[in-house]
């Protein structure tokens, strides 16, 4: 009898699982450990890391050993750690830095939780990254620009007096996978946020953090001289304006002495900057830096320019900066998108990268999903971020990737840092879509060793956010690693970019060609006609392909060595093209978005297998946005081959799923979205 209740106990375990609402993210383990810590200093920082093992740490006795030996400094930078000992006899974390006491504590935890503890430890570890940091987009007033999870965190009417918890448990979350800071609000910045006022507020959030080794930073608005300083112009030569600027510096570091420094969007997308006054880049971000300089602060300039006057926007960024490489101050970093275009779901890398050569650059990616889906689709970022990281620039010679150009490895830059937008809000489980959260994670790990790979970041936040059983990882590991392909397949395969619906971003618009900034429409970036379809920017076009160094200009430019997944991005292609495939290109475009959808249909059945090993809760949230997902792939597919037919004039071929809707319906949907181009 007992047995036979044991076996039915077994068989309907999985049902039992416990409801989960995602709001603990992949900081599920349990509290009730009680291990022995011991610290050779006493500090709120250091306080944190002994309070995380010994609630969590199920191994021998601790030491956490922080060291001041020049070698040892050398060797870990302040962020780095070396773990020796034995698992289940005494462990020895050491440090420089006591940030690196925490990140170590850390990843000890991470090592138990994915159940890839050795017996003997001998790990040494530095990030790839001074500053990793996220970028929020939040408005004052508790929006968030292309946020796809609820309101802001930051609850700005009630601080700095009441704190909500949130604020501490996002801290941790970050600081658990080395994430450093967060540039609080919006890059399109509310002159407000300088306003003593609001200071104090982020005074209060900043106090929340420190313990957690995160630092505040600021997005500004440029012209806040004139709008909250009261002077007639925000002009960078004026005394009177860089008098305020230090003024304003100086009234931050009283009251956040670790303060980070500023982001800045200027000249762009209408924001407020120097060349308003004739002014450059580099005379802008330069007079903010001296302000920052005595305290240790650094202007993040952003590179994201584009006027709607040009022959080509993907041109632009590199036209407008590399005039000025090298005429920066040393504690200014240009901040850059990681394609020359806006995070499409896929692009080649932006040529700024390799190209400026005496000025630091950093990488700029979106966690959060506005092109992809936002926190409807499952789509896990990681690949994509690889891909521009490992992309080779070839600027000395083979080998010079992004990466190694951004993380300081091939010339002297004084800091290297990286970027992610957030994808975080107030809903329960942060991101909106559960495996969302996959993408912060991924992208705090790849900002701490970008060596690892897709596979490996999949598999750990699936261990640590669901379960360890490999009937479950295996498969949905390989879901997440094909999820990126899928969406490039069913949205925007071979090069085609910006085919989005105004606004919102959201649904397909390839016919958009609205009045209004030509580059702001679809047709400006796949012209279509029917002969061809796809944007020229070889050298008999906008010529786009000069910014990028040898080979990489030659391949781009060559229509037979161009890769195919940037086909259209640098060519102009006939219907009748042949493909490497032996396809014609229409024949190829069209399996492109059919095998997109089919991905996604297959995705839905991997799920529903899934189901035992999945709370109910969050395995049917999943399985709903599956759905979405489905029938958006196939409104994408629709929507595009629909409207490129009425060009190629080709059939779709017979073997794939024949349309389900109208094209004259499709040009009639309009999401109730609010947001601009
Ligand atoms: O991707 C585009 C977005 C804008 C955004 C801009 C930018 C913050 O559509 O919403 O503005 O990029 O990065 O500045």
Redesign the pocket.
């Known amino acids: 009898m007992k047995k036979k209740l044991l076996f039915v106990f077994i068989l309907l375990f999985p049902f039992f699982l416990k409801a989960e609402d995602g709001s603990r993210l992949w900081l599920r383990a349990g509290q009730d450990a009680s291990a022995t810590v011991v610290a050779n200093k006493q500090s709120p920082l250091i306080a944190t890391a002994m309070e995380e093992l010994q609630h969590q740490w199920r191994g021998g006795k601790v030491h956490l050993t922080l060291r001041s030996e020049k070698a040892l400094r050398n060797l870990l930078g302040k962020d780095g750690f070396r773990i020796t000992g034995h698992t289940a006899k005494e462990v020895h974390i050491q440090a420089s830095g006591e940030t690196g006491l925490l990140y170590g504590a850390y990843h000890l935890l991470r090592l138990q939780e994915t159940r890839q503890l050795p017996d003997e430890l001998n790990i040494t570890e530095s990030p790839a990254y001074d500053l990793r940091l996220l970028n929020h ?1 939040d408005n004052l007033n508790g929006t968030i ?2 946020g796809y999870a609820g309101h802001s965190l930051w609850k700005w009417e009630e601080l700095p007096h009441t704190l909500s918890p949130r604020y501490k448990q996002y801290a941790r979350a970050n600081a658990s996978i080395g994430i450093n800071g967060a540039v609080l609000n ?3 910045a509310s002159p407000d946020i300088l306003r003593t006022e609001y200071l104090g507020k982020v005074k209060a959030i900043a106090e929340v953090f420190r313990p957690y080794g995160m630092k505040v930073y600021l997005s500004v608005n440029f012209a806040s001289p004139k709008v909250i300083g009261g002077l007639p112009d925000a002009d960078p030569s004026n005394p009177e304006v860089q008098t305020w600027w230090k003024h304003k510096v100086k009234e931050i570091y009283a009251l956040i002495p670790d303060f980070g420094g500023f982001l800045v ?1 200027a000249n ?2 209408g ?1 407020p900057g120097p060349q308003d006054y004739g002014r450059s880049h580099a005379e802008g971000a330069n007079m903010l830096a001296g302000a920052l300089k005595p305290f240790g602060g650094v202007v993040m300039w ?1 590179a ?1 320019v584009y006027a709607p006057d040009s022959d080509d926007r993907a041109k632009q960024a590199y036209a407008e900066f590399i005039p000025f490489d090298g005429r920066f101050r040393e504690n200014v970093i240009i901040q850059i ?1 990681n394609g020359p275009v ?2 499409q779901p896929r692009e080649p890398f932006n040529p700024l990268f390799g190209a400026l050569q005496s000025t630091p650059s950093m990488i ?1 990616f ?1 966690v959060t999903q ?2 992809l889906g936002q926190s409807n689709h499952l789509v896990y970022l990681a690949p994509l971020f690889k891909e521009t990281l490992d992309s080779d620039t070839y600027i000395k010679g083979e080998g010079s990737t992004v990466a190694k150009i951004t993380g300081g490895a091939l010339y002297p830059q004084m800091l290297s840092a990286i970027a992610g ?1 957030a994808n975080i809000g107030e809903d329960t489980n942060w991101c909106g879509h559960h495996f969302a959260q996959a993408n912060w994670y991924a992208f705090g790990r790849l900002a701490w060793d970008y060596r690892l790979s897709s596979e490996e970041i999949a598999e750990e936040w699936l261990k640590m956010t669901f379960t360890t059983d490999a009937r479950f990882i295996v498969p949905v590991r390989d879901m997440m690693i094909e999820s990126r392909e899928a969406v490039v397949n069913y949205m925007m395969p071979l090069g085609l970019h910006h085919l989005f619906a105004e606004g919102h ?1 959201y649904g397909p618009a390839p016919w958009y060609d609205a009045p209004g900034r030509p580059d702001w429409r679809s047709v400006y970036y796949h012209q279509a006609t029917p002969e061809a379809i796809g944007f020229d920017r070889t050298t008999n076009g906008s010529d786009a392909v000069s910014q990028y160094n040898s080979p990489l200009k030659e391949r781009y430019n060559d229509i037979e060595t161009c890769p195919e997944v940037f086909l259209l991005w640098f060519h102009r292609v006939p219907w009748d093209y042949r493909m490497k495939s032996g396809k014609t290109f229409w024949d190829e475009l069209c399996y492109a978005y059919d095998a997109g959808v089919t991905q996604v249909r297959n995705f839905q059945k991997l799920w529903d297998r899934m189901e035992p090993y999945v709370d109910t809760s969050r395995f049917k949230e999943v399985q709903s946005k599956l759905k979405i997902q489905a029938r958006d792939a196939v409104w994408w597919k629709d929507a595009c081959l629909l409207y490129f037919q009425s060009f190629s004039q080709r059939p779709i071929p017979y073997e794939i799923e024949r349309p389900v809707y109208e094209l004259e319906d499709l040009k009639k949907i309009k999401l109730d979205m609010k ?3």
Request: proline content about 0%.
């Open positions: 987009w620009e292309r919006n890059v399109n969007k762009s997308e924001q952003r994201f998108k806006d995070f700029e979106q506005e092109y937008v971003h947001h601009h181009n």
